[in-house]
């Protein structure tokens, strides 16, 4: 049993971010339709290569990024534009317990699938609207992209190489502000379901990108509070530790990540450089910060006398923090991770060697469970909608193109 089981969210999100919080929901044991636009489906669709090969090694047209983020979900595919669209959608939402939406603020009310409307017909209903700036505000009704957020609040400034090595502005690797509101998505549904357990009512929720990555500047956007300026890109160094960040060895990079003075004085220990210790300069993290321009160089020229490996072995054996820098292919591979699971099978109708990242989250009495792999286009129309319509009431709407995917 899931957590969340008897929990069913009506999915009408696309791309990543609602995405991200239906999968979480999903995984929990939430029952998710995600409800796609007939022969198109969600954007993310069509995001390829790469690709899904099937069972023969054929390349599928199941794409990498839709992929990492709709398993376990039930795809049902309705044309909400037209009026039969949005009765079926209704009937859904009628039973639903959450509603995800990200389109344009605005945008579903001319469909009568906007909060007012669906909340008259389910007063219990609990109404996620994730936009790129929110409901309100001057820049309320303009779309939002990850990559323009990233620039906007701040985290473009302090992320990539100082301007004189080098430098310029860089974004994540990573959609990382889209992930972001998807976590605080699923943490706000869940805390408006135990809400409803007290009040017996739903409630709107109103989720923006841009509110999300200033609130995840974290000590950042607290620093430049605390003294008025502005922090700036540092590359891979911390701003308030020393050494914490990426030094070159004889063949390539790695990480030391010294988090108070002790791991410092045992890190000196570990690479053979006590000498260091006796000046009174780095002996305190706070004196490490002032001089950091004296200590890395330092550090710097040590470091090209061995291989990353090498280092390492060495600093890991007094348990100071140290890593290597991973490919992906490497990271996957990592016996620690293995050992997680976070590689998992899931039996694809077109392939039933499947692989995706599976969740991180671990719940002892009720653990995710993977279900399904993520949908074909359609590929629970007939399964979800049977529930409000007879089978030739569904053929006779596919036949008009309201509905897609396999009748009967």
């Known amino acids: 049993m899931g957590a969340l089981q008897g929990i069913r969210v009506l999915d009408l999100s696309r791309v990543l971010a609602g995405p991200w919080c239906g999968q979480i929901l999903a995984d929990l044991g939430a029952e998710v339709i995600k409800i796609e636009r007939p022969r198109v489906g969600d954007d993310t669709r069509m995001w390829g290569p790469p690709w899904m090969p099937d069972q023969d090694g054929k390349m599928t047209r199941e794409s990498g990024y839709f992929q990492c983020t709709n398993r376990n979900k039930y795809s049902v595919a309705v044309d909400i534009t037209t009026p039969e669209g949005q009765a079926l959608i209704y009937e859904i939402a009628k039973t639903a317990d959450v509603v995800i939406e990200n389109y344009k603020t605005g945008s579903l009310a001319k469909y009568g699938l906007d909060y007012a409307s669906l909340s008259a017909l389910n007063p219990n209903i609990i109404y996620c609207s994730i936009t790129g700036f929110g409901q309100d505000g001057p820049r309320a009704e303009e779309p939002g992209y990850d990559f323009i957020i990233q620039g906007m609040s701040g985290l473009m400034s302090i992320t990539g190489e100082p301007d004189d090595v080098a430098g310029g502005a860089q974004k994540v690797g990573v959609a990382v502000v889209d992930i972001q509101t998807g976590l605080y998505s699923t943490i706000a549904i869940q805390a ?217």
């Open 192 to 408: 408006a379901l135990i809400a409803r357990s007290h009040t017996g009512r739903g409630q709107y929720i109103d989720m923006s990108l841009l509110d999300v990555q200033v609130a995840a500047l974290a000590n950042q956007g607290m620093n430049y509070l605390a003294s008025g300026k502005a922090p700036q890109r540092m590359g891979n160094q911390h701003p308030s530790i020393v050494p914490y960040q990426t030094f070159k060895a004889k063949d390539k990079e790695f990480i030391i990540a010294c988090g108070n003075d002790k791991q410092f004085k045992d890190l000196c220990v570990a690479i053979g450089y006590p000498e260091l210790l006796e000046n009174e300069k780095f002996v305190r993290n706070q004196d490490r910060v002032k001089y950091r321009n004296e200590l890395i160089p330092l550090l710097s020229e040590h470091f090209l006398q061995k291989t990353a490996k090498e280092w390492v072995d060495m600093i890991h054996a007094l348990k100071v923090p140290v890593g290597i820098i991973n490919s992906i292919e490497d990271a996957l591979a990592e016996p620690q991770i293995v050992h997680r699971n976070l590689v998992v099978n899931i039996p694809h109708r077109l392939n039933e060697n499947f692989q995706t990242i599976g969740s991180p989250i671990k719940l002892s009495d009720t653990p995710v469970e993977y279900h399904h792999a993520p949908p074909e286009l359609g590929e629970h129309t007939a399964q979800i909608l049977s529930r409000f319509k007879t089978a030739e009431e569904l053929a006779a709407l596919k036949e008009k193109g309201i509905i897609d995917g396999k009748i009967a």
